[in-house]
């Protein structure tokens, strides 16, 4: 199983970007899928996750400007970041808890994976 995340770059203080992250491989559920973002210099934090049903957090600090969304069909998230500062700066993982079936056994195993990341920069 992998996760791919995608839609990173540079964009100007108030503009936009859409993140994706797609799950691939020997899937048989996703369950809560979310994007943490990491700035230089800082710890790791949540910026919002998602439920299987739809259930939504979202960090304090980008309510009301980011949407997390997710096609269950296609095992993937999005993360519409809207009105972008120089403080959203970061590298954005997605993580995401898979149901796997282990090979042989047929028996479902669940597992956490992260993506390698997608550099976010906010220029001023």
């Known amino acids: 199983v992998q996760l791919q995340a995608c839609g990173g770059g540079l964009v100007q203080a108030g503009g936009s970007l859409r993140l994706s992250c797609a799950a691939s491989g020997s899937i048989f559920s996703t369950n809560v899928m979310g994007w943490y973002r990491q700035a230089p210099g800082k710890q790791r934090e949540l910026v919002a996750y998602?439920?299987?049903?739809?259930?939504?957090v979202y960090a304090d600090s980008v309510k009301d400007r980011f949407t997390i969304s997710r096609d269950n069909s296609k095992n993937t998230m999005y993360l519409q970041m809207n009105d972008l500062n120089t403080e959203d700066t970061a590298v954005y993982y997605c993580?995401?808890?898979?149901?796997?079936?282990?090979?042989?056994?047929?028996?479902?195993?669940?597992?956490?994976?992260w993506g390698r990341g997608t550099k976010v920069t906010v220029s001023s």
């Open positions: 993580n995401a808890e898979i149901v796997e079936l282990v090979p042989g056994s047929g028996f479902p195993k669940r597992n956490d994976y």
């Open positions: 998602i439920t299987t049903g739809g259930s939504i």
